[in-house]
């Protein structure tokens, strides 16, 4: 069983950073892989970023590439996703999923869930 509590979200300009973080319970945490998946009102859950056990791989949609970084330390069993030159568009419900070992881009394919945070990028 993995626990999962998000943190980090909050109301910030376009253009400004976040960084959220994904806190997790379990010895074995450094088992999973991570992902962090976003929804919006009225959308679809879609998957943001994703991280591998090792964190050797790791997976972004195309709508964040080169502005949001994802890491792990397995030490502090907690993953990160670092949000940069963020956008109105952005603007969701944030949650982290894990699923033992490999990551997937596909929401159905994660076990654990966490509650959620919400990010909120004003123009």
């Known amino acids: 069983q993995v626990q999962l509590v998000e943190s980090g979200g909050g109301l910030v300009q376009a253009g400004g950073s976040l960084r959220l973080s994904c806190a997790a319970s379990?010895?074995?945490?450094?088992?999973?892989?991570v992902g962090w998946f976003r929804q919006a009102p009225g959308k679809e859950r879609e998957v943001v970023a994703a991280?591998?056990?090792?964190?050797?791989?790791?997976y972004y949609a195309d709508s964040v590439k080169g502005r949001f970084t994802i890491s792990r330390d397995n030490a502090k069993n907690t993953v990160y996703l670092g949000m940069n030159s963020l956008k109105p568009e952005d603007t969701a419900v944030y949650y982290c999923?894990?699923?033992?070992?490999?990551?997937?881009?596909?929401?159905?394919?994660?076990?654990?869930w966490g509650q959620g945070t919400q990010v909120t990028v004003s123009s």
């Open positions: 379990g010895r074995t945490f450094g088992t999973y892989a």
């Open positions: 999923a894990a699923r033992l070992v490999q990551w997937s881009s596909s929401a159905y394919e994660y076990a654990y």
């Open positions: 991280i591998s056990w090792s964190g050797s791989s790791t």
